[in-house]
């Protein structure tokens, strides 16, 4: 898939490199997604470290090109990447259940993509449908590590095989781009993307990028993860959680693009919410996620990257 990218994609001479780990880094990501972690302690630490390597070049290439670390940077990266880890490994507990220590492990890594201390490297650059931040896929790595493989969280991702389900998620990406993109225009914070269009070659990028490296993440954390455990931890029901873990997602926004973000990210996590109560199937999520993420980056752009674009458009070139 990575290698449909434009070379533009790229940072610079980091090409080849890139290409490599977004290969291993998928092979270990749906690996634990399908199968968690192995009983088998000979393949287990193999993956542990695995996991580990990918995570720290995530976390530290930005350091190593520039070949310089502090001892800050080292610090924030033990708070956010080791002692989540080791405690998870210290405190166990069994499969499906939550325990106050989860918290402070959700907390910690979440926090690390809010943390404006520590460098977002970017290994694509964002070319209005493609993004790809080294932080926040350290983060999603780190959870499906924690949560999915040696917690064995159940996240209820399965194949759609009816046809109430179908036009049930369809209604719901219409409902969910409906709303987001209309208070959109109301807060005059999107308009219509006259600047470039979207072709064949970029829609297949937008789509295969979105679904498995942005929706299948956000949704296991914020849905299949925090939802659930919202919903063990307070219970009566399925509105507490429902708003909470929909407030949670739309504050995890604000750092990429504002807080007229917060409002539009909250209402799109709404119906994402929504559609994964009423079809107890992840998937459906995924792909509300999906089509709504592909319409914004088709079709729409931030009012604030329009400017920038202008005004990029007005300089004088320098003789």
């Known amino acids: ?16 490199i890139t290409t490599l780990f977004m290969f291993f880094y998928s ?12 009983s088998d302690t000979s393949l287990e630490l193999p993956l542990f470290l695995g996991a580990s390597i990918l995570i720290l070049y995530l976390t530290m290439v930005d350091k190593y090109i520039n070949q310089k670390i502090d001892l800050s940077e080292f610090l924030k990266i033990v708070l956010f990447i080791i002692i989540p880890t080791l405690l998870c490994f210290f405190f166990q507990t069994d499969n499906n259940q939550i325990r106050l220590v989860d918290i402070v492990v959700l907390a910690l890594i979440l926090a690390m993509t809010d943390s ?22 350290t983060s999603n790595l780190l959870i ?3 949560f999915l493989g040696y917690r064995r969280i159940d996240i209820d991702l399965f194949w759609i095989n009816t046809i109430d389900v179908w036009v049930l998620t369809l209604l719901a990406s219409f409902l ?6 209309l208070i959109g225009f109301k807060l005059k914070y999107i308009s ?4 470039e269009k979207v072709g064949l070659k970029k829609l297949i990028i937008l789509i295969i990028f979105n679904f498995f490296h942005v929706a299948i993440a956000e949704e296991i954390v914020y849905r299949g993860i925090i939802y659930n455990y919202l919903r063990q931890l307070v219970g009566g029901g399925d509105w507490i959680p429902l708003i909470l873990s929909t407030l949670f997602f739309g504050y995890q926004h604000i750092a990429y693009a504002g ?9 799109a996590g709404f119906f994402y919410c929504l559609i994964y109560i009423l079809t107890q199937n992840l998937l459906t999520a995924v792909i509300v996620h999906t089509i ?12 604030s990257d329009l400017d920038s674009i202008d005004k990029s458009n007005l300089e004088v070139p320098k003789s």
């Open 1 to 16: 898939m990575i290698l449909l990218l434009p070379s533009t994609s790229f940072c610079g001479h980091r090409r080849t």
């Open 27 to 38: 092979l270990l990501y749906f690996f634990i997604i399908q199968y968690g972690l192995t």
């Open 116 to 137: 404006g201390s520590i460098n977002k490297v970017p290994m694509l650059y964002r070319e209005n449908t493609i993004e790809f931040y080294g932080l926040s896929t």
């Open 144 to 146: 499906l590590f924690i």
């Open 176 to 181: 969910c781009c409906f709303f987001t993109f």
């Open 192 to 195: 219509f993307n006259n600047t």
């Open 259 to 267: 807080k007229r973000m917060f409002v539009l990210a909250t209402i």
């Open 292 to 303: 709504t993420n592909i319409i914004w980056r088709s079709f729409f752009i931030l009012t």
